[in-house]
């Protein structure tokens, strides 16, 4: 799927570094690298980054479920953490459940390679 960068992406999500890795209908892959402004603390991928990572996925596999002609906005999003990123990529694959006529509810899995990092699930009102 052909889309022009800037309907892709946030101002907010190319700062944090976010890059389509594959679109197609109603699913996302969006990749992340690991960079010093990202760690928390303890020196690993903040929650928040990751989070944001899955909520950008979310909001274009909505996008490419609906058209990029129509805005998405965030309703209500969960996220379970199951294991820290201290270094590499990761990728979000967001895959949209089901499309109605006014919101969307969408599955996310962030992986590093073949390890489960994160999952979640959101619902999105579509404009």
């Known amino acids: 799927m052909d889309i022009p960068e800037d309907l892709q992406f946030s101002n907010f999500s190319r700062l944090i ?28 991928l903040h929650g928040g980054a990751l989070f944001s990572l899955m909520d950008t996925a979310m909001g274009l596999a909505c996008s490419t479920a ?33 499309a109605g ?14 390890t489960l990092v994160a999952k979640g699930q959101g619902t999105f009102a579509q404009l």
């Open 101 to 114: 006529r006014t919101t969307l509810v969408v599955e996310a899995d962030i992986r590093q390679g073949d």
């Open 66 to 98: 609906h058209g990029f002609d129509r805005q998405s906005v965030t309703l209500e999003c969960k996220i379970n953490y199951i294991r820290a990123v201290g270094e590499g990529d990761v990728i979000c694959h967001a895959r949209v459940l089901h």
């Open 17 to 44: 570094g976010c890059r389509v890795h594959r679109l197609s209908e109603g699913e996302a892959e969006i990749a992340l690298s690991m960079a010093d402004h990202l760690r928390n603390r303890g020196g690993k």
